[in-house]
C-alpha cells in the first residue's frame, strides 16, 4: 500500500515537473521575441550620428 503512495507520488512530481518545464519555455519564448527586437533596433541606433559638440540651452 505505501508503495502504491510513493508510486502515485512520484508520478505526480514527474507530471509538475514536465508542467513547469513546459511553462518555462513558453515564458522565455515570449520574452525572447521582443528582446530581439529590442537589440536589432538598438543596432541601427548605434549608427545613427550624433552632434560633435553639446548644445548649451540657455534655459536650461
Known sequence: MAAAG???SARLRGNATQLISTLR???D???GVP???WGQLAAQLNDFPLPR???DHPAV
Do not use: T, V
Open 6 to 8: 510513493i508510486g502515485d
Open 25 to 27: 519555455l513558453a515564458i
Open 29 to 31: 519564448a515570449s520574452c
Open 35 to 37: 528582446a530581439r527586437a
Open 53 to 55: 559638440e553639446g548644445y
